[in-house]
């Protein structure tokens, strides 16, 4: 019939009244009974084989979270349609997607926040359902209304309740009247500087002052004491306005050694609600998530039960509906749990959650947005052993854990994982395949490493190992930290609170020294590289015997070297004696000499022995800013070595045609072009700057010559390795 609703669409129109909160009963001042309206989800039917009422579903949002809901769509039959910005078009999840539509320029604000460009792109497609993962528009109460009232079923929450629970201060007074504990403090509208002094010096200290739309630990500041507050309201006030467009702030007592406990839940349009049990969330640097584990460990029944009827307390409160997650933080020393903030999405952690209940949440989003009820009772659901998820960053671990930018030149998954899915003990999320740059425009995680187990030591063993099996290249990573992290005895032993990064700090960060067997293989890797990268550019002579910086004793070739070894910070000088073709002996500082002996590369593997024991070791290198970095994975270990690229272009013939190429070391935008064409380069010259991450890089001309072939302008977005510039080499005269 024409103009008929499908039938998701009805089912959007018969929201029940049931949604309505009755008053909560507290047990003690700790512990909350299951609510009178939570539902025992009589009204379930067997969904688990029902069709999906999508004809067709788009996500609005790129990388890994695109590429999860995609698994799970295509398995349940469902097409998909991706949007991309020009930055991503060769992204994994646009290869992905049954369709894919460019949406905008690289930056976030042109591309994936653009509302009107998502929902026209909607409709282009046949989409009927759109779903926002995490980031982005996914809370976006705009959005989330926008595409109700265009007849596209938003794969979340309704509006009204992405409001509630975005506004901390209306989403605690909320809590209040629901009975769920909210940590003391001062949550009202007057927002004079006398009023909230007062109220802070009745809160006591130390009072910790929040931006009431914060997130992200924006306009975040702590008192410890009276004196401390105007200042710190003052600057929570400016940072506020500043991030989220409001100065309202809010005051909370300050819990010194406290738990970040969360609590997944799901409703329906039904009614029915229930909580897939917690994470623990507590391991965190700058206030963001680095690694989680369910169920939380060290807590009893009596206080898991509680945390989940607060959890669905809380939901209910603002009629809400699919997945969501809300926030907890505990008080270590007294015990006590006081709601935080919920988040009204699916969570980037929720892996851990699928694994422990073996659900797939991402099917339930859709079920729920179909119209359908929950698929099972909170009497069916159980939890089955423990997981972890490790959050594998981009990022400079020893520089304060900043982001960093570059290309992924080696990217290899343990062999037993698997995609997406729990089908393995080990899980790989990624949205990233080898060759992909890591820009400046988006969140630089690249990877979720998950393991489970059927207790907590089986789990964390089975993530150390997966993390150590991991071969990742190209960029610093967090690798390393994350490894430190999972054999920690202190997080073994799950002594667990926010501080904890900060109280170990010096164990998981500080540097490690290079073991001289390590540095013996990797100083023969580094020959026998430069020997294949001599003999693919044809020099006349082959071999060991083209090195030029060597001298020859009785037939044997001995050469200095060094390497940096960022793990240690050590500069490693050695000195490399060449024996033969596969035979050297590597001596460094006053350390015995070793000898390495049948050393050859069969593809990217170096087999040597050292001694009586065999070595086998994959071994990668790339240049990254001015270095060459050699990774070599051996032993479950990835060892770093790095060495300042050459500048002296001393060569001829193919060798100078690459030394004249001006590449681009990171991901980056031109802010200047310092050389035209025609212009003659002297070695060292500026030719480009780019700016990357906040930061201004300048590129160099490698050698003196011609500038040619200028391939950027200002404005250009360049992804690393991208050819700037040819400068044609001043060759000297041979017959001079």
Known sequence: ?????????????????????????????????????????????????????????????????????????????????????????????????DQAFCIGSPAAKDSYLRRDRVLEVAKRAGATAVHPGYGFLSENAGFAKLCQDNGIAFVGPPAS?????????????????????????????????????????????????????????KGMKLAMQQDELKDALSSAKREAIASFGDERILLERFIQRPRHIEVQIFADQLGNAVYLFERDCSVQRRHQKVIEEAPAPNISLEFRQSLGHAAVAAGLAVGYQGAGTVEFIVDTDTGEYFFMEMNTRLQVEHPVTEAITGQDLVEWQLRVAAGQ??????????????????????????????????????????????????????RIDSGV???????????????????????????????????????????????????????????IAAELDTSF????????????????????????????????????????????????????????LTKPGSLEHPASQAHLAFELTIHGLQSFTVQAGVAEAISVTRAIFTGDVLTAEL????????VSTHTYLDEQVISMWLEGNCHEFRKPVPRKWLRLGAAAKVAGTVISPMPGKIIQVLVQEGDTAEEGDAVVVLEAMKMEHTVRAPCAGLVTDLRCFVGAQVEDGHTLATIVPEVADASA
């Open 1 to 97: 019939m024409q103009g008929a609703l499908p039938l998701w669409a009805v089912c959007l129109q018969t929201r029940q009244a049931l949604l309505s909160l009755t008053q909560l009963k507290e047990v003690g001042q700790t512990f909350i009974s299951r609510p009178s309206c939570y539902r025992s989800c009589s009204t379930v039917v067997d969904t688990q084989q029902a069709p999906i009422c999508i004809d067709k579903l788009l996500i609005a949002n790129r990388g890994e979270i695109a590429c999860r809901v995609m698994h799970t769509a295509k398995r349940l039959g469902i097409p998909t349609v991706a949007v991309y910005s020009e930055a991503d078009k060769h992204a994994k999840h646009v290869h992905l997607a």
């Open 161 to 217: 309740a992405i409001t509630s629970m975005g506004d901390k201060s209306e989403a605690k007074a909320l809590m209040v009247k629901a009975a769920v504990p909210v940590v003391p403090g001062y949550h009202g509208s007057d927002q004079a500087t006398d009023r909230l002094m007062a109220e802070g010096a009745k809160v006591g200290f130390p009072v910790l002052v929040k931006a009431a739309l914060g997130g992200g630990g």
């Open 373 to 426: 009820a929950l698929p099972l009772t909170q009497d069916q659901l159980h939890i089955q052993g423990h997981a972890f998820e490790a959050r594998l960053y981009a990022e400079s671990v020893s520089n304060n854990f900043l982001p960093a930018t570059g290309t992924v030149r080696r990217w290899q998954v343990p062999a037993n994982a698997s995609f997406f899915d729990n089908s393995s003990t080990v």
């Open 433 to 491: 395949s080898e060759g992909d740059a890591v820009g400046v425009n988006y969140d630089p995680m690249i990877a979720k490493v998950i393991a489970r187990g059927p207790d907590r030591s089986t789990a964390l063993a089975r993530l150390h190992t997966a993390l150590s099996d991991l071969q990742v290249s190209g960029l610093p990573t967090n690798q390393e930290f994350l490894k430190r992290l999972a054999t920690h005895p202190a997080f």
């Open 501 to 556: 990064i900060q109280k170990h700090h010096a164990r998981l960060v500080d540097a490690q020294p290079v073991e001289q067997h390590v540095l013996a293989l990797a100083a023969v890797a580094d020959h026998l590289l430069q020997v294949q990268e001599a003999q693919k550019i044809g020099t006349s002579l082959p071999g060991a015997w083209s090195i030029l910086d060597s001298k020859r004793i009785n037939q044997v």
């Open 611 to 618: 001694g009586d024991q065999l070595y086998r070791a994959t």
